[in-house]
């Protein structure tokens, strides 16, 4: 196996001295408590991964020196043990088309053309036939495939756009009106048959299974556009992509469902794989009921991080695994493989990720970028970090890692204190603060991952009395990641009174492998009797005769206190509740489209909790699937109370207050 210690060694970060607890000898200003809630789970996380584009079609054909090694990085346990995998299906331009995609992006199409096709021929191909199908396409790809398999524990297939004859526009980088459809109508089963005949051959020829396929990429954006010169030929627009409305999408995803079952594949299709959560709101509005029955898993990306939330909820009331599938940035104004910036940076989004979706998996778009379009002058006047993993795409047969190099930057590192501690099966937890994850394994409390973006050290108290066993030996180990190491590792510190306190670096992220900590203390458990508050108008819910509304706190009313019951087991995030009345005894339903009273038990008079860990909740109903909603976003007195569907705003969060 290709081992990595000398890539690691000449990097981002040189080791320099540290005190035993890992981390600099300088005095703390800040004091910050951490305090994980087992009693509100997460699913069980399935990991970590990547979009094997366009990396991939890139250096797949390299000296295997450079290419077992780029391998190592991504999914060797040195590196950032990666786990899942996103194949990209290519769609490919006509023959005569000249290259005018990125370095790496011109993803070969799995379509063999007869001799003389031209962009104008767009009436060959039938699906199934094998005069029109090549089954040794991709290969720079599918040398990817083979190397990181036995590491891969979950495999995507996905599509930026349909192959050129399926296309409004002819070409795979987008339409000429980036807002129009671009797939053909009529290719609607074409493409479907297309994507599911190379899933199949995938399978078939590797020896993997997918789970997943995903059939669009971005669709409701205005980003995916196809420019021509005056000679005819395409100037603009360097990579696939085409727009697919709402309503498009709708049509496609009963196609490739059908189309997976004509092959027998046990693959689900996944969508809408939108750039950010919003986009994915609207996405799903516009579908159908039978349509999003037949989705088996949500996708989002999340360079947009607006309405994480909303994505979260939606996939919460539709019973569907979520996936935050794509992200990628910059973060710091040059290329730079040394500053904290690009670091950090990538740390916030995957705790707030974490933290607002509750994804089941959380993956890279494409984990190596090319050196010479990231350097100065490339995309960018300064350089860009985008990759954790930087190298030329353009290695040739005689070159090697000391002519063309990989090169690691901050995030690499940063994003082992996540990918190399929360594995797959573990199950995140609340946390009280914006700045970390928590994971507990089984019923064991094993990792908290910390972030200080702060330029002075910070004093981190654990504060572990949410576990109900905190045995005599229970510790916490740093694993410190700032401008002075990487995955350094401290004194372990003995937790006294549940409790432990360590000092962390100034822009650090730190990871803290606990032992000895485990169970919950169910005294903390959402359960008994609340005021239930409205975040954004501070009034308590009440109700008036059989309809809701909220009303100016008063302590000495029993009406505004209600029970929450837990109706399903377990401390999952899925957990159901009535919302019971302690004066009426009738509990919250949704009816006929209204937030009714009613004094009998069913799916409408269910509710699933969410929380960000900030003590407010959403309540998702099981029936439909809205939430509950001051109307209008009022803040005024008596204003009613309805159900909506998640938008994320401060009039969809209560906030629970114990009454006694």
């Known amino acids: 196996m290709t081992r990595i210690p000398a890539v690691l060694a000449?990097?981002?970060?040189?080791?320099?001295?540290?005190?035993?607890?890992g981390v600099p000898a300088v005095a703390a200003v800040e004091s910050v408590t951490v305090r994980p809630d087992p009693t509100y789970q997460h699913e069980p996380f399935q990991g970590w991964g990547t979009s094997l584009v366009w990396f991939a079609n890139a250096t797949g054909g390299y000296p295997d020196e450079i290419r077992n090694q780029l391998a190592e990085l991504l999914f060797g346990e040195e590196g950032l043990n990666l786990n899942i995998a996103r194949y990209n299906i290519g769609g490919g331009n006509a023959p005569d088309v000249p290259q005018y995609l990125r370095a790496g992006a011109a993803v070969p199409g799995w379509w063999k053309a007869p001799e003389g096709t031209k962009r104008t021929d767009t009436d060959w191909w039938k699906p199934g036939d094998p005069r029109f199908f090549d089954a040794s396409a991709d290969p720079r790809q599918r040398w990817w495939v083979d190397r990181i398999k036995s590491k891969v524990t979950k495999w995507e297939a996905f599509s930026n756009s349909p192959p050129w004859f399926q296309t409004v526009s002819g070409y795979v980088s987008g339409g000429f009106d980036a807002s129009a459809d671009q797939l053909r109508e009529d290719r609607i089963s074409d493409f479907a048959a297309y994507l599911t005949q190379a899933t199949a051959e995938l399978e078939r020829a590797h020896g993997i299974k997918f789970d997943t396929l995903d059939p669009f990429n971005e669709p409701n954006t205005p980003y995916w556009s196809t420019k021509l010169g005056p000679d005819g030929n395409p100037t603009g627009g360097r990579q696939e992509g085409a727009h697919m409305s709402p309503a498009l999408q709708a049509k496609v995803v009963p196609a490739v469902v059908e189309?997976?079952?004509?092959?027998?594949?046990?693959?689900?299709?996944?969508?809408?794989?939108?750039?950010?959560?919003?986009?994915?709101a609207d996405d799903w509005a516009g579908y159908p009921a039978s349509v999003r029955q037949q989705l088996g898993q949500l996708n989002v990306h999340t360079y947009g991080q607006d309405r994480r939330t909303s994505a979260r909820d939606i996939a919460k009331?539709?019973?569907k695994p979520l996936w935050m599938s794509e992200v990628d940035g910059s973060w710091g104004n040059s290329q730079n493989f040394t500053a904290m910036d690009s670091g950090l940076g990538i740390a916030a989004r995957v705790i707030d990720d974490l933290r607002e979706l509750e994804p089941r998996a959380w993956l890279l778009w494409q984990a190596i970028e090319d050196y010479d379009n990231m350097k100065p002058g490339g995309?960018?006047?300064?350089g860009m970090n985008w990759g954790v993993v930087q190298i030329p795409f353009n290695c040739g047969p005689q070159d090697t890692l000391a002519t063309c190099p990989a090169r690691v930057n901050t995030k690499f590192h940063t994003l082992r204190n996540f990918t190399h501690y929360v594995k797959p099966g573990d199950r995140l937890v609340k946390v009280n603060t914006k700045t970390d994850v928590a994971?507990?394994?089984?019923t064991e409390l094993k990792t908290v991952v910390h972030l200080n973006q702060s330029e002075q050290p910070q004093s981190v108290t654990l504060d572990l009395s949410g576990f109900g066993s905190v045995r005599p030996n229970a510790s916490v180990r740093p694993i410190v990641t700032d401008m002075f190491g990487a995955l350094v590792k401290g004194a372990a510190v003995r937790v006294k009174d549940k409790k432990a306190t360590l000092t962390v670096p100034a822009r650090s992220v730190v990871t803290f492998d606990i032992s000895g900590v485990s169970g919950l203390n169910r005294a903390g458990a959402l359960s008994g009797t609340y005021r239930l508050?409205?975040?954004?108008?501070?009034?308590?819910?009440?109700p008036s005769g059989t309809s809701l509304v909220q009303r100016t706190t008063d302590a000495a009313a029993r009406d505004q206190v209600w029970k929450l019951e837990r109706r399903t087991g377990g401390y999952g995030n899925d957990v159901q509740f009535s919302v019971v009345n302690a004066a009426t005894g009738q509990r919250i339903a949704a009816v006929d489209g209204n937030a009714?009273?009613?004094?009998?038990?069913?799916?409408?008079?269910?509710?699933?909790?969410?929380?960000?860990?900030?003590?407010?909740?959403?309540?998702?109903?099981v029936a439909t699937g809205s939430l509950l909603d001051v109307v209008g976003e009022s803040r005024e007195d008596g204003a009613?109370?309805?159900?909506?569907?998640a938008t994320s705003g401060a009039n969809q969060r209560w906030t629970a207050s114990s009454v006694r």
């Open 259 to 280: 189309a997976l079952r004509a092959k027998r594949l046990k693959a689900v299709v996944s969508a809408p794989d939108e750039t950010n959560p919003g986009i994915f």
């Open 10 to 21: 000449a990097s981002a970060l040189a080791l320099s001295t540290v005190v035993s607890s």
């Open 533 to 542: 508050t409205g975040v954004q108008s501070g009034k308590s819910l009440a």
């Open 640 to 645: 009613r109370i309805g159900l909506y569907h």
């Open 379 to 382: 995309e960018s006047p300064n």
């Open 596 to 621: 009714t009273l009613i004094s009998t038990d069913s799916p409408a008079a269910r509710w699933v909790l969410s929380s960000t860990g900030d003590d407010s909740w959403t309540f998702v109903n």
């Open 439 to 442: 994971a507990v394994r089984n």
């Open 317 to 319: 009331a539709a019973d």
